[in-house]
C-alpha cells in the first residue's frame, strides 16, 4: 500500500508471543471436585447475581489470582 511505503512496521513472531503457563492436569483426571463450590449461600448469591440456571459452581483462580466462576449445567 503506497500510504506506508518506506514506513518500518515492526512484526512479532509467533515465538516471541507471550504464553500462559498452565499447570497440566494428567488425562481422565476430573478436577471438578478441587474447584466445585458447594456453599448454599454463595450458589443463591450467585443465582440470584446472574439470573441463571446451573447445577454446579467452578471457582478458577487466574495468574493474578483473580476469581473466576465457571457456572456449570450438566448432570453428571
Do not use: C, H, W
Not at 518506506?6 to 498452565?22: L, Q
Not at 483426571?29 to 447445577?55: H, N, S
Not at 454446579?56 to 450438566?74: A, F
Amino acid at each position: 500500500m503506497p500510504e506506508y511505503e518506506g514506513t518500518a512496521i515492526k512484526v512479532e513472531s509467533m515465538a516471541k508471543k507471550r504464553r500462559i503457563e498452565r499447570e497440566m492436569q494428567p488425562e481422565g483426571e476430573d478436577v471438578t471436585a478441587k474447584l466445585e463450590i458447594t456453599d448454599p449461600a454463595t450458589l443463591e448469591d450467585l443465582r440470584d447475581k446472574y439470573k441463571v440456571e446451573f447445577t454446579k459452581v467452578l471457582d478458577v483462580r487466574t495468574s493474578g489470582n483473580g476469581q473466576v466462576y465457571i457456572l456449570v449445567n450438566s448432570d453428571t
